[in-house]
């Protein structure tokens, strides 16, 4: 069974950072993603980086998060700088087979203090 498990989550100030960290059977995907929800707001999309490293963002996180993968590791990371209240959200991950079906996490809060 195909498990993709968050962590990295937690509560920081605005300005701080984070990292977190998504860890499964990333070699069988060929794009990982990571996508947030905040309370009341339906899901939204962050960034995504394909098998080969490509990436893409949200225009507007561009500059402040960055997406990578360490394949050795089956992990893929969200570098989160400069954070902000709007920020807060369950961050989930998500990795999409050639066959276009994807996979989830569950999430991982994370709260931006102001």
């Known amino acids: 069974q195909v498990q993709l498990v968050e962590s990295g989550g937690g509560l920081v100030q605005a300005g701080g950072s984070l990292r977190l960290s998504c860890v499964g059977s990333i070699s069988i995907f060929n794009q990982m993603g990571w996508y947030r929800q905040a309370p009341g707001n339906q899901r939204e999309f962050v960034a995504t980086?394909?098998?080969?490293?490509?990436?893409n963002y949200a225009d507007s996180l561009k500059g402040r998060f960055t997406i990578s993968r360490d394949n050795a590791k089956n992990t893929v990371y969200l570098q989160m700088n400069s954070l902000k209240p709007e920020d807060t959200a369950v961050y989930y991950c998500?990795?999409?087979?050639?066959?276009?079906?994807?996979?989830w996490g569950k999430g991982t809060l994370v709260t931006v203090s102001s």
């Open positions: 998500k990795g999409r087979t050639s066959y276009y079906v994807d996979y």
């Open positions: 980086i394909t098998s080969g490293g490509t990436t």
